[in-house]
């Protein structure tokens, strides 16, 4: 490949209209390489000035590097004049917008640069004190009754990348028609040099933060607070507010992984900064043995998820899947619920999660919705507003416990939740296992895997889809399934037989194909759920196999 003179006169106006010093610097030595023919200077041009960053439902995300194809100072200002000029379109001109951050590369100056940019908009822009949880930006955005919030964070992306997420007035992530309107405002901004800047923004102070420290650690439903934690938050923000929350609780036997407590926007001890990562949470069981915990907690690096570790019963540590502790935790919120303030509850899932759920919330008589996948659906569950909504939960380990103040994922208040119910079986001798095994007998038992096929074409995942839908398979596992389309609603396929399910889509944030399965085994009594367990695990291998055969 050659360096054509349109890709390197867009490189020339892209340095002319960046407003960041180093940025036009870095790129300036780039095309200085590749205009003497270096093709690694030309490959990395072409890939930094390819289309900008798409703005969707979850804002922004990608590598920090000048160029529209990452996230640097120049496209976070014109997205944020964008959304500004929406926002004032919509007829929230000079709302109370809330601005955080977490503390990976670039955060500081590019939330800085949010904050500049809609105070000079004319919007009344309060930024929160310090790096802080994307659960307390959502948390602000209601409290403060605000018209939008941007949280800068790439959540639990690797160390190389970061972000730019937004919500509305409801305190929910944005949904379409908004992601596009405000994409198509940000493509009429001009040059990012350009763009108007002010100063006029205040600096909250610790009283919103305390605030939703009060709120989270109001969760638990019982007295008992006799619990070890061992903690981690993976180099991420979430250990002061934790720890916080925690001790306001009552939980005050807390362990947090020395080496991961810091932020630390290299996240030096894991490849690969996501709880669900193998190995991810290695540190955190080590520590939950050496101390003799009776709960671990996982928090990604903005402290938005959660996931827990449990002590088998012969002593070794696991992790929890999202089904298993969306189950427990959505058990927990509908047993314990005040039905004088929650009359008609409704929960809620995604439909890649287990259908564990739904069981669980008829037993209560509540309501239940299965969503497509992402918070932004699950807080609308139901009348799509989501009201009477009082949990939801998607199984890549994101729980809303408290959707009444946080319409998002949280996981702090999960955390204290999951503490909460830890105590109270702690207390009469029991454990989560013990909690799961009670679920398996009252609902049969759920196993739930995932298959996931990663390309290098991105080609092969619309071809994927087409054979699939052109061949479904009439069995599975020797089960004779049905095949539903969810198209155009969403690009899915259902294969469903008795006592099984498979849902295929792509991944939205990766380039794979992703399965995801379920096994139900029926279980008679107590006595019956080992060989039910062994049962249904040999038919979630073998469901694997095909699936894994399938996807090619």
């Given at each position: 490949?050659?360096?054509?003179?349109?890709?390197?006169?867009?490189?020339?106006?892209?340095?002319?209209?960046?407003?960041?010093?180093?940025?036009?610097?870095?790129?300036?030595?780039?095309?200085?390489?590749?205009?003497?023919?270096?093709?690694?200077?030309?490959?990395?041009?072409?890939?930094?000035?390819?289309?900008?960053?798409?703005?969707?439902?979850?804002?922004?995300?990608?590598?920090?590097?000048?160029?529209?194809?990452?996230?640097?100072?120049?496209?976070?200002?014109?997205?944020?004049?964008?959304?500004?000029?929406?926002?004032?379109?919509?007829?929230?001109?000079?709302?109370?917008?809330?601005?955080?951050?977490?503390?990976?590369?670039?955060?500081?100056?590019?939330?800085?640069?949010?904050?500049?940019?809609?105070?000079?908009?004319?919007?009344?822009?309060?930024?929160?004190?310090?790096?802080?949880?994307?659960?307390?930006?959502?948390?602000?955005?209601?409290?403060?009754?605000?018209?939008?919030?941007?949280?800068?964070?790439?959540?639990?992306?690797?160390?190389?990348?970061?972000?730019?997420?937004?919500?509305?007035?409801?305190?929910?992530?944005?949904?379409?028609?908004?992601?596009?309107?405000?994409?198509?405002?940000?493509?009429?901004?001009?040059?990012?040099?350009?763009?108007?800047?002010?100063?006029?923004?205040?600096?909250?102070?610790?009283?919103?933060?305390?605030?939703?420290?009060?709120?989270?650690?109001?969760?638990?439903?019982?007295?008992?607070?006799?619990?070890?934690?061992?903690?981690?938050?993976?180099?991420?923000?979430?250990?002061?507010?934790?720890?916080?929350?925690?001790?306001?609780?009552?939980?005050?036997?807390?362990?947090?992984?020395?080496?991961?407590?810091?932020?630390?926007?290299?996240?030096?001890?894991?490849?690969?900064?996501?709880?669900?990562?193998?190995?991810?949470?290695?540190?955190?069981?080590?520590?939950?043995?050496?101390?003799?915990?009776?709960?671990?907690?996982?928090?990604?690096?903005?402290?938005?998820?959660?996931?827990?570790?449990?002590?088998?019963?012969?002593?070794?540590?696991?992790?929890?899947?999202?089904?298993?502790?969306?189950?427990?935790?959505?058990?927990?919120?509908?047993?314990?619920?005040?039905?004088t303030v929650h009359p008609d509850p409704l929960v809620a899932a995604t439909i890649v999660s287990s259908?564990?759920?739904?069981?669980?919330?008829?037993?209560?008589?509540?309501?239940?919705?299965?969503?497509?996948?992402?918070?932004?659906?699950?807080?609308?569950?139901?009348?799509?507003?989501?009201?009477?909504?009082?949990?939801?939960?998607?199984?890549?380990?994101?729980?809303?416990?408290?959707?009444?103040?946080?319409?998002?994922?949280?996981?702090?208040?999960?955390?204290?939740?999951?503490?909460?119910?830890?105590?109270?079986?702690?207390?009469?001798?029991?454990?989560?296992?013990?909690?799961?095994?009670?679920?398996?007998?009252?609902?049969?038992?759920?196993?739930?895997?995932?298959?996931?096929?990663?390309?290098?074409?991105?080609?092969?995942?619309?071809?994927?889809?087409?054979?699939?839908?052109?061949?479904?398979?009439?069995?599975?596992?020797?089960?004779?399934?049905?095949?539903s389309d969810l198209r155009p609603k969403a690009d899915v396929l259902t294969m469903r037989g008795p006592?099984?399910?498979?849902?295929?889509?792509?991944?939205?944030?990766?380039?794979?194909?992703?399965?995801?399965?379920?096994?139900?085994?029926?279980?008679?009594?107590?006595?019956?759920?080992?060989?039910?367990?062994?049962?249904?695990?040999?038919?979630?291998?073998?469901?694997?196999?095909?699936?894994?055969?399938?996807?090619?």
């Amino acid at each position: 490949m050659t360096l054509s003179p349109e890709l390197r006169d867009r490189a020339f106006r892209w340095i002319a209209d960046d407003l960041d010093a180093a940025d036009r610097e870095e790129m300036q030595r780039l095309l200085g390489k590749a205009m003497v023919g270096e093709q690694q200077a030309i490959d990395e041009l072409t890939d930094r000035m390819r289309a900008p960053l798409s703005f969707g439902t979850a804002g922004l995300r990608g590598p920090v590097r000048p160029g529209p194809n990452g996230m640097n100072r120049a496209v976070v200002v014109r997205t944020t004049a964008g959304l500004g000029e929406w926002l004032a379109a919509s007829g929230k001109a000079g709302g109370v917008v809330v601005v955080g951050r977490d503390a990976r590369h670039g955060s500081e100056e590019f939330h800085r640069d949010v904050a500049g940019v809609l105070a000079a908009a004319g919007f009344d822009v309060r930024v929160l004190p310090r790096p802080l949880p994307t659960p307390v930006l959502a948390f602000a955005v209601r409290k403060l009754n605000a018209v939008a919030g941007v949280q800068v964070t790439a959540s639990h992306n690797p160390p190389a990348d970061n972000g730019y997420k937004v919500y509305l007035d409801a305190g929910s992530q944005i949904v379409p028609p908004a992601d596009r309107e405000i994409e198509a405002a940000i493509a009429k901004v001009g040059a990012a040099v350009v763009v108007p800047t002010a100063q006029g923004w205040t600096t909250l102070g610790d009283d919103v933060v305390q605030s939703y420290v009060d709120r989270a650690a109001s969760l638990p439903r019982s007295p008992e607070r006799t619990l070890r934690i061992a903690a981690t938050t993976l180099h991420g923000v979430g250990a002061e507010t934790l720890r916080k929350v925690l001790a306001h609780a009552g939980f005050t036997d807390v362990h947090l992984v020395a080496e991961q407590e810091r932020p630390d926007p290299d996240f030096p001890t894991v490849s690969f900064p996501n709880p669900e990562e193998p190995g991810a949470a290695d540190l955190l069981l080590e520590l939950a043995s050496t101390v003799d915990a009776d709960l671990a907690v996982a928090l990604d690096p903005d402290a938005d998820r959660c996931a827990l570790g449990v002590r088998e019963r012969d002593g070794s540590w696991r992790m929890l899947r999202g089904d298993e502790t969306g189950a427990l935790l959505g058990e927990r919120v509908l047993s314990t619920l005040d039905r004088t303030v929650h009359p008609d509850p409704l929960v809620a899932a995604t439909i890649v999660s287990s259908e564990l759920l739904s069981s669980v919330a008829a037993k209560h008589n509540a309501r239940y919705d299965a969503t497509l996948t992402g918070f932004k659906w699950l807080v609308r569950a139901g009348d799509g507003n989501g009201t009477g909504l009082v949990y939801a939960y998607e199984e890549a380990i994101g729980h809303c416990v408290d959707p009444d103040v946080v319409r998002d994922k949280d996981g702090i208040s999960a955390a204290v939740l999951a503490c909460d119910l830890a105590a109270s079986l702690k207390a009469s001798g029991r454990s989560l296992l013990d909690a799961l095994d009670d679920l398996a007998v009252d609902h049969g038992l759920h196993l739930t895997d995932q298959v996931s096929l990663r390309v290098e074409d991105l080609g092969v995942i619309g071809r994927t889809m087409a054979r699939l839908r052109a061949e479904p398979p009439s069995e599975l596992a020797g089960i004779a399934v049905t095949v539903s389309d969810l198209r155009p609603k969403a690009d899915v396929l259902t294969m469903r037989g008795p006592g099984l399910r498979v849902l295929v889509r792509p991944s939205g944030t990766e380039p794979k194909v992703k399965a995801y399965l379920e096994i139900v085994e029926p279980v008679a009594d107590a006595a019956e759920l080992g060989d039910a367990r062994e049962r249904g695990r040999k038919r979630l291998s073998a469901l694997r196999e095909e699936i894994s055969a399938l996807l090619g």
